[in-house]
């Protein structure tokens, strides 16, 4: 189940707004409309609403119209629309987020003509905090209730449903995170597990930091992310074992090569054998983790150092850089290695390229 992420939100929504009310079960409220917890009104974005205050004071959606509201990454359905109603709070964590969710008759089904969206880049790690919810995904079918964790892939359709109440939370991870430390997001869909000791821990970390008893101040946000993440990879090293998920290093290695071209493309030192020993792997290694792959693992370092180039050449804000500035800057050793490096990639020179491409000077 899915809501908003929280780059999304905005306070320019003109007909989702949020009302004070004291109890969040209020059913006077207007179907379809947020609802919150001290009388402020502030402009939600459909299903998602970043706030520090009560779970209480997250966005209310009810019957049919709610239903419609929340229909952003999966199609939400019910079986009773008229007695559906769904309280949502979404909290960031840097690039982490979670959601807080508690439900009653509904279904969500992530369509395959919605993978284009943000959340293919994330899994779900799920856990129910009261009641039951079902999941299915790449075939694998589960009940999770409060002793059990699952995991949902945004990359690939999912259903859930949710029969008469639950309430839950999903820490939102990086596909790209699972990548780096192993983990083959495609192996690990639909999957659920018995709760492990990390697994507790951190379901009651999410508990207090989306409750709004303890909120999080935003200058702490990304340090309680780093330790949301850490919690989340200890629960997947607990969990591979228990769901034969596997484990892929080849996966792994790629990433961690991918992260240290883009943080070190621009020095002209590091190469395939400086890679090879961050990775602390051969270079016979390195080259076997990329085949099959589009580009081998030194295609990739070049690729990496022309695009940064090609882009100093277009822009206007460094339409001063010289050649050889530009050169270095990319991680060029010398004025002609980056010259017969260009033209092979664009056919022209950088001069050539520069004068193609950059904007006219007002």
Avoid: C, K
Avoid at 35 to 55: H, I, K, S, W, Y
Avoid at 175 to 203: D, K, N
Avoid at 252 to 271: K, L, N
């Amino acid at each position: 189940m899915t809501s908003q992420p929280a780059e999304t939100v905005s306070d320019s929504v003109p007909d989702r707004r949020v009302h004070e009310m004291s109890d969040p079960s209020d059913a006077t409220l207007p179907e379809g409309r947020a609802a919150t917890e001290g009388g402020a009104e502030v402009t939600v974005d459909n299903a998602m609403l970043e706030r520090r205050g009560p779970f209480e004071g997250g966005a209310l959606f009810s019957g049919a119209e709610g239903l419609v509201g929340l229909s952003v990454s999966s199609r939400m359905s019910s079986p009773r629309p008229h007695h559906h109603r769904t309280l949502v709070a979404t909290t960031t964590f840097g690039e982490m987020f979670a959601t807080r969710i508690r439900s009653r008759h509904l279904h969500a089904e992530r369509t395959p003509d919605r993978l284009d969206d943000p959340y293919s880049g994330y899994a779900q790690l799920g856990f129910v905090l009261s009641g039951r919810m079902h999941i299915e995904q790449s075939g694998r079918h589960g009940t999770i209730e409060p002793g059990a964790a699952s995991l949902l892939v945004g990359s690939l359709p999912f259903r859930t449903r949710i029969d008469d109440e639950a309430e839950s939370i999903q820490l939102y991870l990086p596909l790209r995170l699972m990548l780096a430390h192993g983990y083959a997001p495609e192996a690990w869909a639909g999957r659920s597990w018995e709760i492990t000791p990390s697994a507790s821990v951190l379901r009651e970390i999410l508990r207090s930091v989306t409750s709004g008893s303890h909120p999080v101040p935003a200058a702490s946000a990304s340090h309680v992310g780093h330790a949301l993440r850490e919690f989340a990879l200890a629960v997947l090293h607990e969990a591979a074992d228990r769901v034969h998920a596997g484990y892929d290093a080849r996966a792994m290695y790629r990433e961690r090569a991918q992260a240290a071209i883009a943080d070190r493309f621009a020095d002209p030192s590091f190469g395939v054998a400086a890679l090879a020993d961050e990775l602390r792997v051969s270079p016979r290694y390195l080259h076997t983790l990329f085949q099959g792959e589009d580009l081998s693992a030194g295609a990739q370092l070049r690729a990496t150092r022309i695009r940064h180039a090609a882009t100093l050449l277009a822009g206007s804000r460094t339409r001063d850089l010289t050649i050889a500035a530009i050169a270095r800057l990319s991680g060029f050793g010398g004025d002609d290695q980056f010259a017969r490096a260009f033209r092979r990639a664009h056919g022209v020179t950088p001069s050539e390229y520069r004068a193609r491409h950059r904007p006219a000077t007002l």
